[in-house]
């Protein structure tokens, strides 16, 4: 009994050693040596260390250059920027010059050498100078009230024969004015289009003629059009019941860049009823400061006002005012006075010969100064 014991005992562990050898030979066989991983390296704090096999022998392989910019960004925070570009606003003040004889003939063929412009009574440098002959980019703005019923000659008149007198390349608009202004047409090259607004010009509808409120309109609206532009206001100047007041308008006048021709009306009339007693002597007054305020605006912007008492003095004003915004000198120069007052500055020209002497055959006209900067 003892002696079988054994023997299965033996047979048992005989088994299982046989069994334990087989499964540590079949792991073998199927890992393999070859594939057998290395020991785990330990991590240091400054990252793992690059293993002597990687290291390049020779120059290393240098990144590529990033572009400049033209316009580096700021960096972020309150540290100004070590580099900075200082940029400096310079006015430049822009003249448009009449020259002509004492009769009204355009001067033509002066060069830069024959102008001497004046800020203040100091020199200035003209830096751009050009001979012009443009077309015309014109607003007719005419007075159309109840008080010149009896007169509606001296509106229309004038006011066809200008359009009658405009080139294809030419834009005119046309706005009529009593209590406030209205575009009767916007600009056009089309003269049917503006004697269609003429024709509305019929009855009119209030008493008052606010002509700062009109002009003042129209200049700003100006503001928005390209290139040389003008505008030819017909009426009598006299100004009943504007928002804004004549020192208001003066400084609006100074700060554009349109010219302003006026034509006065109703100089025959005023006569006559002077003649006849029917002008009191407030009214005269009134008369004459209308006629003051006209000539203020053209001078101002160097333009010309004509005061007409006969239809037949029409036809040579609007000519001669054609040749006049055709024919021109354009000229700028940098003001040497860099002070932003907001101040007008006087601007005075004259035309000079070959020696440097004025020459006083001549009239010279451009605007009388401008509105400096301010702030």
Do not use: H
């Amino acid at each position: 009994m003892r002696e079988s014991f054994q023997f299965v005992w033996r047979g048992l562990l005989a088994f299982l050693l046989i069994f334990a050898l087989l499964a540590a030979t079949e792991s073998w066989f199927a890992a393999g040596p070859l594939q057998q991983q290395a020991p785990e390296k330990k991590s240091e704090p400054g990252g793992p260390k690059q293993a002597e096999s990687d290291t390049v022998i020779g120059p290393k392989k240098q990144a590529p250059p990033k572009k400049k910019r033209i316009s580096p960004k700021k960096p972020a925070g309150d540290k100004p920027d070590d580099n900075f570009t200082l940029a400096v606003e310079i006015e430049l003040v822009n003249l448009d010059v009449v020259v002509t004889d004492k009769r009204g003939n355009f001067i033509p063929n002066l060069t830069q050498s024959n102008f001497r412009v004046y800020e203040d009574k100091v020199e200035q440098k003209v830096t751009n100078f050009s001979p012009t002959s443009a077309p015309l980019t014109i607003v007719m703005v005419v007075e159309f009230a109840r008080t010149l019923a009896w007169w509606y000659d001296d509106v229309i008149t004038p006011t066809a024969g200008f359009i009658q007198l405009l080139r294809p390349d030419d834009w005119a608009a046309l706005v009529a004015y009593d209590m406030r202004p209205e575009i009767l047409a916007d600009f056009t090259q089309d003269k049917r289009d503006l004697y269609a607004g003429l024709n509305r010009m019929r009855i009119p509808a209030f008493s008052e003629t606010n002509v700062f409120d009109a002009l003042k309109d129209t200049l700003d609206r100006l503001e928005e059009v390209d290139g040389k532009k003008a505008v030819l206001l017909i009426g009598t100047g006299i100004d009943t019941f504007s928002k804004i007041t004549f020192d208001t308008m003066l400084k609006r006048v100074n700060t554009t860049n349109a010219v302003i021709y006026c034509i006065g009306m109703m100089g025959l009339a005023r006569e006559l009823l002077d003649a006849r007693g029917y002008l009191a002597p407030e009214d005269r007054l009134t008369y004459l400061q209308a006629d003051n305020q006209l000539n203020t605006f053209s001078r101002r912007t160097g333009g010309k006002a004509w005061f007409p008492k006969f239809v037949g003095e029409y036809p040579n004003i609007l000519q001669q005012v054609g040749i006049e915004l055709r024919n021109q000198y354009s000229m700028g120069y940098q003001s040497t006075n860099p002070n932003k007052d907001g101040k007008f500055r006087k601007i005075k020209v004259e035309v000079i010969d070959e020696t440097g002497t004025v020459v006083k055959t001549v009239v010279v006209r451009a605007k009388e100064g401008y509105q400096a900067p301010k702030g």
